[in-house]
């Protein structure tokens, strides 16, 4: 009969020693109460407590927590805007016994100050400004959570304004005025290229024109230097400078008939044409030399008769 009695006597007293001890997480704070009384704050480890009279009434985690709260509000330029804030806080290690008594819902409390700077800070932008000051938006809620949290045992780390989303039809007219403005630079581009590409165009011209005009000067030069020769070779031979003119030309003309014969799609008619046409053409040329010479040698004595 006493053995039966003595095994749960045992059995109930190992219980009520295993409960004596208990662990604490890293980064983690247990708050022990004593029949319902603040007894102590124990950290990371194997704890100790009375067993029927101290109790655990709570843990806290000592890690840096993120909130995340999407608050919708209009700008100064009558624009709804959502904007979501993530605040990033924790608990102060020497501030655990305020965070644990003084506040039942940290997050509301969160969530209630930043409603109220962002609503009272975004209404005095514009849209672009908001996005571009997104920055002081949030140094401005840290600022403000900080003042009112530290006072319940909790830091405010950093505070981030992570989306900014306007209505879906002042997307679309951004959208719209980002698009034309990236169309107009384009055409600003396409015509710079254009008008650089006539450019070189007309200079290539100019310089295609100087090089043909530079190719026939020196072709009409090598011309002339050929038929000075040629009277020169027809001197010696007892042709005056006059004849040979008038030879080389009908040369000329009989090459000119021989290369469009050669050409089958030529159109060059050449008039008069006939057999005798190269030997009036000679004639013709003599005579005209001769005659010519012959006003240049009045004109020259009539100058001398005058002189004297």
Same mark, same amino acid.
């Given at each position: 009969?006493?053995?039966?009695?003595?095994?749960?006597?045992?059995?109930? /007293?190992?219980?009520?020693?295993? /409960?004596?001890?208990?662990?604490?997480?890293?980064?983690?704070?247990?708050?022990?109460?004593?029949?319902?009384?603040?007894? /102590?704050?124990?950290?990371?480890?194997?704890?100790?407590?009375?067993?029927?009279?101290?109790?655990?009434?709570?843990?806290?985690?000592?890690?840096?927590?993120?909130?995340?709260?999407?608050?919708?509000?209009?700008?100064?330029?009558? $624009?709804? $805007?959502?904007? #979501?804030?993530?605040?990033?806080?924790?608990? *102060?290690?020497?501030?655990?016994?305020?965070?644990?008594? #003084?506040? =039942?819902?940290?997050?509301?409390? *969160?969530?209630?100050?930043?409603?109220?700077?962002?609503?009272?800070?975004?209404?005095?932008?514009?849209?672009?400004? $908001?996005?571009?000051?997104?920055?002081?938006?949030?140094?401005?809620?840290?600022?403000?959570?900080? =003042?009112?949290?530290?006072?319940?045992?909790?830091?405010?780390?950093?505070?981030? $304004?992570?989306?900014?989303?306007?209505?879906?039809?002042?997307?679309?007219?951004?959208?719209?005025?980002?698009?034309?403005?990236?169309?107009?630079?384009?055409?600003?581009?396409?015509?710079?290229?254009?008008?650089?590409?006539?450019?070189?165009?007309?200079?290539? %011209?100019? %310089?295609?024109?100087?090089?043909?005009?530079?190719?026939?000067?020196?072709?009409?030069?090598?011309?002339?230097?050929?038929?000075?020769?040629?009277?020169?070779?027809?001197?010696?031979?007892?042709?005056? /400078?006059?004849?040979?003119?008038?030879?080389?030309?009908?040369?000329?003309?009989?090459?000119?008939?021989?290369?469009?014969?050669? %050409?089958?799609?030529?159109?060059?008619?050449?008039?008069?044409?006939?057999?005798?046409?190269?030997?009036?053409?000679?004639?013709?040329?003599?005579?005209?030399?001769?005659?010519?010479?012959?006003?240049?040698?009045?004109?020259?004595?009539?100058?001398? #008769?005058?002189?004297?």
């Amino acid at each position: 009969m006493g053995q039966f009695i003595i095994i749960p006597i045992i059995f109930f /007293s190992l219980i009520i020693l295993i /409960s004596s001890f208990f662990i604490v997480k890293q980064q983690t704070a247990a708050i022990i109460e004593r029949f319902g009384k603040y007894q /102590s704050i124990r950290h990371s480890g194997l704890q100790l407590k009375i067993p029927l009279v101290d109790r655990i009434a709570g843990k806290l985690s000592l890690k840096i927590q993120q909130l995340d709260v999407i608050i919708e509000t209009k700008t100064l330029d009558d $624009v709804f $805007v959502r904007l #979501k804030v993530s605040v990033q806080y924790k608990v *102060i290690r020497d501030k655990v016994y305020d965070a644990f008594y #003084k506040l =039942d819902y940290p997050h509301d409390q *969160i969530t209630s100050y930043v409603f109220d700077v962002v609503r009272a800070e975004v209404p005095k932008m514009k849209l672009d400004d $908001v996005f571009v000051r997104k920055d002081d938006i949030a140094i401005a809620v840290k600022s403000e959570l900080n =003042d009112a949290m530290i006072e319940y045992g909790y830091d405010i780390i950093k505070t981030l $304004v992570t989306d900014i989303d306007p209505d879906s039809q002042v997307k679309a007219a951004m959208n719209r005025i980002n698009a034309s403005e990236r169309e107009k630079i384009a055409a600003q581009f396409e015509g710079d290229a254009a008008r650089i590409l006539i450019v070189e165009k007309a200079k290539a %011209e100019a %310089e295609s024109k100087r090089l043909q005009g530079q190719g026939i000067a020196d072709q009409r030069r090598e011309i002339a230097r050929g038929l000075e020769e040629s009277v020169e070779v027809l001197n010696k031979v007892g042709i005056n /400078s006059q004849e040979a003119s008038a030879l080389i030309v009908v040369t000329q003309h009989y090459d000119t008939l021989q290369s469009i014969g050669q %050409e089958t799609n030529s159109n060059l008619i050449l008039l008069p044409n006939s057999p005798q046409a190269g030997s009036n053409m000679l004639n013709d040329m003599v005579a005209s030399f001769t005659a010519s010479n012959q006003i240049g040698e009045a004109m020259k004595n009539a100058k001398k #008769k005058n002189d004297e």
